[in-house]
């Protein structure tokens, strides 16, 4: 791992209200990562949503409010960090237009902040056990965050990357969609883990708690011993 | 004529009569182990292909970027292209009509059949003249059209719909196709051998066989166009049998539904779609069949020809600032193979000649979202933007979605009537405006979260969730309770 000996990054965090209302490690293990790394981490606690779900639903007006107080909430901030490829991509693709002339500070998802602004792909972490990797649609597609995920989980200690079959197709969440169309989604969700139980992985991991919550709500109602986790979650791992 | 077992039939401009919005469709078609088995390995099969040849181009990212300008170019100046188009096409000695909806269309249609005085057409495959419903309407005058594209004629003779732009019955496998054959073709002309097997290469031939004395016996011929270019009224027809081909030259009379969409200002234009829409559509480097012809040529192939420009919703789609993107569609039906949607559902399930994801936008575009089933379409999605990445001439379908719920949202608004998802939105949005009421429910929620461990079944919208998956935990305490128990009070 590096350890950066130069001044602290100064980085604030935005947790995103999912992983704040019901995934908070996401958001211990973020900040755990990026203090590893010699971050000086801020979590500004105006903070709530990006707006996606109102946008995404048909709701413009209350998400531009979302993004106009996210804009307010992280107005002196040097770079936003956010353990969500689908928030990240709501502010940086979607802002503006939902929110017009509104000035938004740089926002990363994690493994791209990790990967491109602080140039590490080995954040010390251990795991030992096997992972396959699901690669977010809004990361993969809206970011292109391309192989920075797979090299992050490829240098942690212990961890045997196990590659998913038919991996860029959607994992079917795709917010009020999993319950307007709750059928399709789970017909998604379901062959999404039968292509991860194929790998025989002991973990489905992602870099969005909406998929992670999807996938795991079906991997517990299917009582499957295989976990789903949070890319952040893995690379806090120091077992 | 062929006998026709099932309900649904296009509605001209509408979804499939009798067809349930989509929810409830997908329903039905979830349920089908075989139809989901049919698809996902047809379009498992063909959105591989289509990667495979698309990767062979290095210029593939501008050949789209090409594509989408000279359509947005060309939509800009639709009416002078078009009045340059029947200005070309009518000097070359074609007969240009003008149709503002699927009524008129057919009702020109059947003018130029009764003048001739024609019982029977055969037909190019032709997604213009789906969605206008001309073979239903033909079918209440007495007249036949016979569907000439093999996968067309499947559909026809099973008494289907098609559930796919470019293998309409994708739905169906081999097995299936063979029993159609045994079981229609004797009925409305040549049968299929008695023992036939369900290899492509002998269903392939009854249908050549059966379908070579359509082309020898009809006098009128009808097609669409992949393209019409403004500067010398050419048509352009891309397929992969040679039985289109057939359609337009060995009758004497060819009618074209053409949509107003269709237009390409210059013949040059041509040479980036002719690369964009094969490789998008069948993987092929090159199309295999493609016909272009310019009015009439005196003693070669049709001796009158009309060409019945379709609006049909088109204006309205275009007056629509985000919406109009769609017009670009070139309909090869990338959008659909990799839509994991489209893979799970089917194209019936969308109820209409225009499935997938082009036709969760298109829909709604030419009709507006009033109707359930259109209203029903933007929300068949979930944002997951497979669909823009394959379009050759990058329709943001994602975004236009979006704007389309907007829509819907608008229209239940007005309508005034008690909605339990806006009020969920209204509650959502007052929480998130301030940090301090997220912060009291998610206390709230923690004090719930020894109750919730056991609740398995949610009322209302929620119960979409718990119907098939389980609730996380809740959290003894938030991520803002964390960091205010372990950081001080921030700031």
Known sequence: MTQREEKPVKVSIFVTCLADTLFPDVGRATVTVLERLGCEVDFPVAQTCCGQMHMNTGYARPAGEMVRSFADTFADADAVVVPSGSCTGMLRHHGRSVAPGVHLPPVYELSEFLVDVLGVTDVGATFNGTVTYHPTCHSLRLLGVGDRPYRLLQAVNGLELRELPEAEQCCGFGGTFAVKNAEVSSAMGEDKIDNALSTGAEVICTSDSSCMMHLGGLLSRRKSPVRSMHLAEILAGRE | ?491
Request: proline share 5%.
């Open chain 2, 1 to 491: 004529m062929a006998k026709t077992d099932s309900t649904l039939h296009p509605r001209p401009g509408v979804a499939f009569l009798g067809m349930p919005a989509f929810t409830e469709a997908a329903h039905i078609a979830l349920g089908d182990d075989q139809l989901r088995r049919n698809l996902g390995r047809a379009t498992r099969t063909i959105r591989d292909k289509r990667k495979r040849s698309v990767a062979e181009l290095d210029d593939w990212q501008d050949l789209r970027t090409a594509a989408a300008m000279i359509k947005d170019r060309t939509l800009a100046d639709l009416d002078r292209h078009l009045e340059q188009f029947e200005a070309a096409a009518t000097a070359a000695g074609a007969i240009v009509h003008w149709a503002a909806d699927a009524d008129e269309a057919v009702r020109i249609s059947l003018d130029i059949v009764r003048a001739h005085q024609a019982s029977d057409v055969i037909k190019v495959k032709s997604m213009a003249t789906q969605e206008i419903g001309l073979n239903e309407a033909f079918a209440e005058e007495g007249i036949h059209a016979w569907e000439t594209d093999l996968a067309e004629l499947i559909v026809q003779l099973g008494g289907d719909t098609p559930s796919h732009f470019l293998v309409p019955a994708i739905h169906r496998n081999r097995e299936e196709i063979k029993q159609i054959f045994l079981d229609r073709m004797g009925e409305v002309g040549r049968p299929a051998p008695e023992d036939l097997t369900d290899e492509p290469r002998r269903l392939a031939e009854a249908a050549r066989l059966h379908l070579r004395e359509k082309f020898l016996n009809t006098s009128v011929g009808f097609s669409g166009a992949n393209f019409a270019i403004a500067e010398t009224g050419t048509l352009v027809v891309l397929e992969s049998e040679g039985n289109g081909r057939m359609c337009l030259t060995l009758p004497d009379v060819l009618v074209s539904v053409v949509g107003i969409e269709k237009i390409l200002p210059t013949f040059a234009d041509l040479e980036v779609f002719m690369q964009v829409l094969p490789r998008s559509s069948t993987a092929e480097r090159m199309n295999p069949y493609t016909t272009m012809w310019t009015g009439v040529t005196e003693g070669d192939g049709p001796q009158e020809m009309h060409i019945i420009l379709l609006d049909n919703g088109r204006t309205r789609a275009l007056a629509d600032n985000t919406g109009r993107q769609a017009l670009r569609c070139i309909r090869c039906s990338a959008c659909l193979n990799v839509c994991p949607v489209y893979e799970r559902v089917g194209g019936h399930a969308y109820g209409s000649v225009y499935p997938g994801p082009i036709g969760a936008i298109l829909n709604p575009l030419l009709h507006g979202v009033s109707d359930e089933h259109d209203a029903a379409l933007p929300y068949a999605s979930s944002l997951c933007g497979a669909c823009y990445k394959a379009c050759p001439v990058k329709i943001d379908i994602p975004t236009v979605l979006i704007e389309q719920r907007a829509e819907v949202v608008d229209e239940r608004a007005d309508s005034g009537r008690p909605n339990a998802e806006a009020l969920a939105m209204r509650i959502a949005a007052w929480t998130f405006a301030d940090h301090r009421r997220l912060e009291r429910a998610q206390r709230l929620a923690g004090r719930a979260a020894p109750i919730a461990r056991h609740v398995r079944r949610l009322p209302g919208l929620l119960g979409g969730w718990t119907s098939s998956r389980d609730l996380p935990p809740i959290p003894d305490e938030s991520f803002h309770q964390w960091w205010e128990r372990t950081r001080g009070a921030g700031r």
